[in-house]
Structure formats: structure tokens, C-alpha cells
């Protein structure tokens, strides 16, 4: 079992900057890839960055070049920029681990960018 919380969501303006954590209750040198998603009112959830056995970074095309994903080892934390904010990044995002042949999701935090 792994349990996620995620932290950082709020209200920001266009153009404006937020940093999301999560914490994880296991090593994440343990787990497989660490990520976040978003879902978009109205959307299904997609992926927005992901690190994958420790070395391979996927960021979702829309967030390339503004979002950067990151992780502290001595916390147990994944850490997602966000910069220069657009309205389209609206939603909930959500914390997701690969732990051991199952997928863990946190409870999500809501971002709301206005125009």
C-alpha cells in the first residue's frame, strides 16, 4: 500500500506560478514512476509529468517547457512547477505512483488559473 498527499493547489492568476508536493509513505526509490495527472471540468484525466525508473522524464505536450517535476528523496516528495500559468491548466491534479504492479492516486488538489 502507498498513500499520497498532495499539497500546493489554489487560485492564481494568468501568468502566474504555483508548485505542487505530494508526499509518499514509501522510498521513492522504490517505486516504478512518480507523476501527476489533471482533470479538466468537463475532461477525462491526463497525464501532465511523470518520472519513470528514476531517469526518464514525460511531460504532456500542452505543459512542455512551463512545468517541471521533481523529487526530494530525503522527503519523500514529488514536486511539480508550474509556470506561466494559463486558464487551459485549470482542474484537479492529481498525485500518482506505480508501486509494485498496482497504480496509487492521492485525493487530489484543485488549480484554478483566472483570466
Known amino acids: 500500500q502507498v498513500q499520497l498527499v498532495e499539497s500546493g493547489g489554489g487560485v492564481v492568476q494568468a501568468g502566474g506560478s504555483l508548485r505542487l508536493s505530494c508526499v509518499v509513505s514509501?522510498?521513492?526509490?522504490?517505486?516504478?514512476?512518480v507523476g501527476w495527472h489533471r482533470q479538466a471540468p468537463g475532461k477525462q484525466r491526463a497525464l501532465v509529468a511523470s518520472?519513470?525508473?528514476?531517469?526518464?522524464?514525460i511531460y504532456g505536450d500542452s505543459v512542455k517547457g512551463r512545468f517541471t517535476i521533481s523529487n526530494d528523496d530525503a522527503k519523500n516528495t514529488v514536486y511539480l512547477q508550474m509556470n506561466s500559468l494559463k486558464s487551459e491548466d485549470t482542474g484537479v491534479y492529481y498525485c500518482?505512483?506505480?508501486?509494485?504492479?498496482?497504480?496509487?492516486w492521492g485525493q487530489g488538489t484543485q488549480v484554478t488559473v483566472s483570466s
Open positions: 518520472i519513470v525508473s528514476r531517469s526518464r522524464v
Open positions: 514509501r522510498s521513492i526509490s522504490s517505486l516504478h514512476s
Open positions: 500518482a505512483v506505480y508501486f509494485d504492479g498496482d497504480n496509487y
